[in-house]
Structures are given as structure tokens and as C-alpha cells.
Nanobody, 121 residues
Framework: QLQASGGGLVQTGGSLRLSCEAS????????MGWYRQAPGKQRDLVAT???????NYADSVKGRFTISRDNAKNTVYLQMSSLKPEDTAVYYC?????????????????WGQGTQVTVSS
């Protein structure tokens, strides 16, 4: 399971920090990431971070958002600064979780429940 938190209402230029914690039987977690979906639009990638902390950002958020993770807590964060009205969306976290099976390891892709971010102009 993934539990996201930290969304809310903020004015243009403000900041928010999203968190997403993975729980359950976890052997390891590969890539973790954040995606967002605005009303009437498809879900788009915001940022991802690998287990070795390699990051990738959408062009629209480069220089304003920072993704990080705490492997000991199975948690991924998204620090959002200089927020704009066009950042308004439901933000979803995603994680590739590796679980131990009777016969070996298997990777599962999980999504969090989504957290609303609204930036007022």
C-alpha cells in the first residue's frame, strides 16, 4: 500500500511538501515517483527517483520541484516551490515494490490514493 499526504491549497509562489509511504511486506523498492492529473487531462509524470537516487523531472517542474526518498522509511517526498496555478492537480505517488515470493522475487507497481494540490492565482 501507498499512503500519500501533504496536499492542500496554496497561493501562487507558495510551497508544499508531499509525502508517500509504502507499507506492507517489502523486500526492496526500485523506482518511486510522482504523477499528476488535472481535470479532463491524462495522468502525467512529474518526477521519479531510482533506488540509487537518480532523478528525472518533467520539464515543466525542473528547478521548482525536488524529489527525494528515505529508504529506511520507504517514503518518497516531493518538495514543490514557486507553485503556479497550472500545477493544480491530483498528485499520485507510484512505487515499484519488490516482494519475496515462495519461489523468488517479484516486482509490483503500486499507486497511492492521490492528494489534491490547488494553487490559487
Amino acid at each position: 500500500q501507498l499512503q500519500a499526504s501533504g496536499g492542500g491549497l496554496v497561493q501562487t509562489g507558495g510551497s508544499l511538501r508531499l509525502s508517500c509511504e509504502a507499507s506492507g511486506s517489502i523486500f526492496s523498492i526500485n523506482t518511486m515517483g510522482w504523477y499528476r492529473q488535472a481535470p479532463g487531462k491524462q495522468r502525467d509524470l512529474v518526477a521519479t527517483i531510482t533506488s540509487s537516487a537518480t532523478t528525472n523531472y518533467a520539464d515543466s517542474v525542473k528547478g521548482r520541484f525536488t524529489i527525494s526518498r528515505d529508504n529506511a522509511k520507504n517514503t518518497v517526498y516531493l518538495q514543490m516551490s514557486s507553485l503556479k496555478p497550472e500545477d493544480t492537480a491530483v498528485y499520485y505517488c507510484n512505487a515499484d515494490v519488490v516482494r519475496l515470493m515462495a519461489w523468488g522475487q517479484k516486482s509490483f507497481s503500486y499507486w497511492g490514493q492521490g492528494t489534491q494540490v490547488t494553487v490559487s492565482s
